[in-house]
């Protein structure tokens, strides 16, 4: 069954980047790949334009969007790839959002920056917004300049205070792609697990059987952030998962406030799965 895939790009390095590490990662996958831009701009911006300029603006950014799937075709050549270029003048996230539902896209790959590629922000405000409002797939997020090296490694952070039954497939499919071992790492917040944990870890450890995993504690020495660095540094992990709900640890780290004092700065890709219970 052939992927589709979204690439939504700004024409920056880090998007390009992005687009590069999808190609490796599904080399050997059946995909539809599709580029997707968003030439909207802000009412103030635009009433100071001239129809014309704005025509001439729009068919700049579809002669890009050509030039840019020109080159994903020269430099990929993978029989098992095909793309596609999509021009909105909507929102990005709700461009996106259309964009699911009319391609059937079952993955977003995108860079974790924009253009401007602050260095103390690791999401740019695009980024966030497309993580807070799309529900219906999941989204990979690619550090700038990443490397494509072969998923060996998955971290799974979790606080077993969920049950995770269907919302995994992402995660199986990933890890399906390269044979990679799951490693799910928990942070003891806690002196024991209560009953409702103990449940839903014994749930995961069956969810998981088989797939090669292992399940790791780590002490509550430091910040979560910190300690998921510190982790993905530790055991040369390739990929973090993490499910994106109600009061979670992604939830927390998007709020644009707190983002600087969070320091999140993941080195690795960032692959983040929708919740399918909110």
């Known amino acids: 069954m052939r992927k589709n895939i979204l690439l939504p790009t700004d024409f920056s390095d880090n998007a390009w980047c992005a687009a590069v590490y999808?190609?490796?990662?599904?080399?050997?996958?059946?995909?539809?790949?599709?580029?997707?831009?968003?030439?909207?701009?802000?009412?103030?911006?635009?009433?100071?334009m001239t129809n014309k300029l704005l025509?001439?603006?729009?068919?700049?950014?579809?002669?890009?969007?050509l030039e840019l799937k020109e080159l994903a075709e020269s430099s990929d050549a993978n029989a098992n790839h095909e793309f596609d270029i999509i021009l909105s003048t909507e929102a990005m996230d709700d461009a996106i959002e259309r964009a699911i539902q009319k391609h059937k896209i079952n993955l977003i790959v995108m860079g974790t920056k924009g253009a401007t590629r602050?260095?103390?922000?690791?999401?740019?405000?695009?980024?966030?917004?497309?993580?807070?409002?799309?529900?219906?797939c999941p989204i990979f997020l690619i550090p700038h300049e990443f490397d494509f090296e072969e998923p060996k490694q998955i971290a799974f952070p979790t606080?077993?205070?969920?049950?995770?039954?269907?919302?995994?497939l992402p995660l199986?499919?990933?890890?399906?792609?390269?044979?990679?071992?799951?490693?799910?790492?928990?942070?003891?917040?806690?002196?024991?697990?209560?009953?409702?944990?103990?449940?839903?870890?014994?749930?995961?450890?069956t969810y998981l059987e088989n797939y090669p995993h292992s399940f790791h504690w780590m002490p509550d020495y430091t910040k979560k952030a910190n300690a998921i660095i510190d982790f993905i540094e530790e055991l040369n992990i390739n990929i973090l998962v993490m499910i994106n709900y109600e009061h979670s640890?992604?939830?927390?780290?998007?709020?644009?406030?707190?983002?600087?004092?969070?320091?999140?700065?993941?080195?690795?890709?960032?692959?983040?799965?929708?919740?399918?219970?909110?």
């Not at 025509?55 to 969007?65: P, S, V």
């Not at 644009?256 to 080195?267: N, Q």
């Open 249 to 278: 640890f992604i939830e927390s780290i998007i709020h644009e406030p707190v983002i600087k004092k969070i320091g999140f700065h993941a080195t690795v890709p960032f692959f983040v799965i929708p919740s399918m219970k909110e």
């Open 159 to 168: 606080d077993f205070n969920r049950f995770y039954g269907e919302e995994l």
């Open 118 to 136: 602050a260095k103390e922000i690791f999401f740019g405000s695009n980024t966030v917004k497309i993580i807070k409002h799309t529900k219906s």
């Open 22 to 48: 999808a190609l490796k990662l599904y080399a050997e996958e059946e995909c539809n790949f599709y580029f997707l831009h968003s030439s909207k701009m802000k009412a103030s911006a635009m009433s100071n």
């Open 172 to 205: 199986k499919r990933l890890a399906d792609l390269y044979n990679s071992k799951i490693r799910v790492v928990h942070i003891n917040e806690e002196e024991n697990l209560n009953h409702k944990q103990n449940y839903n870890l014994a749930m995961l450890k």
């Open 55 to 65: 025509n001439i603006m729009a068919d700049k950014a579809k002669k890009e969007l």
